[in-house]
């Protein structure tokens, strides 16, 4: 879905890179759809959107009255239904009805469950490899220590994602001052080694470079040619 460059789904641009509202990111996964934001100043990109609302306004609100909300909704309805998908559509040279029907075998289904969105946060792991919510203190890998993950808390839960994979699941405490500790987050880093292979995963996560780290052992054999030169000598 293409969006223009409102708050709500864009926090800023990076140069090249759209840094996205975590909220809004959430709510695309839920649906199931990825968001593409347009280039700032640049109005072409969105063209056939502009074009919508500019017939939008030429041809339903002009002259239009109404004596309410409800009423303005039930006018733009009819309005919907008897013009604005009946006609050729100037840019796809075909009625909006017409190609709704073709496009919706390919649609998903709304899921059943109301959603309800999480309180997402950003948040920097402690040296003792906890983050901090709403006055409590819940246990992540110690392989996460000082480094940035994300928390997602809705009613029951708090689940700690870092680089877009769950690390860690709690139970939400509605009270303060808490400690919730996962045993398996106990492990020193330098004790999940269990070979020098540099690319050893533990748990989900990449262990850094130094907790792993495969030392190269020399063919010892070379140097008999040194010896062997200075015996002869």
């Known amino acids: 879905l293409v969006y223009d460059n409102l708050s709500s789904v864009v926090d800023s641009h990076q140069g ?27 109005p072409h990109e969105k063209g056939m959107v502009e074009s919508g609302v500019s017939y939008v306004k030429g041809n339903f609100w002009p002259g239009r009255r109404f004596t309410s909300l409800d009423d303005l909704q039930a006018q733009a309805n009819l309005w919907r239904d008897t013009i604005a998908n009946v006609r050729i559509h100037s840019t796809v040279h075909e009625r909006p ?13 709304l899921p059943h469950e109301a959603w309800i969105p999480p309180d997402v946060r950003f948040v920097r792991v402690t040296s003792q490899s906890f983050i901090h919510a709403d006055g409590n203190q819940y246990s992540v890998p110690p392989l996460l220590a000082r480094q940035q993950v994300s928390v997602h808390l809705d009613a029951t839960s708090v689940v700690v994602y870092h680089q877009n994979e769950a690390v860690a699941t709690h139970p939400r405490c509605w009270g303060r001052g808490q400690v919730f500790q996962n045993p398996a987050h106990r492990a020193k880093p330098w004790s999940l080694r269990t070979d020098a292979v540099s690319a050893q995963r533990v748990g989900g996560l990449q262990l850094p470079a130094k907790a792993c780290v495969t030392v190269a052992v020399p063919d010892l054999s070379r140097y008999d040619v040194l010896t062997q030169e200075d015996s002869d000598e």
């Open 16 to 42: 090249k890179e759209v840094v996205f509202n975590a909220q809004f990111l959430v709510f695309a996964d839920r649906y199931h759809f990825r968001p593409h934001a347009c280039t700032p100043r640049q």
């Open 97 to 109: 009805i017409d190609r709704f029907e073709m496009e919706r075998p390919t649609l998903l289904p």
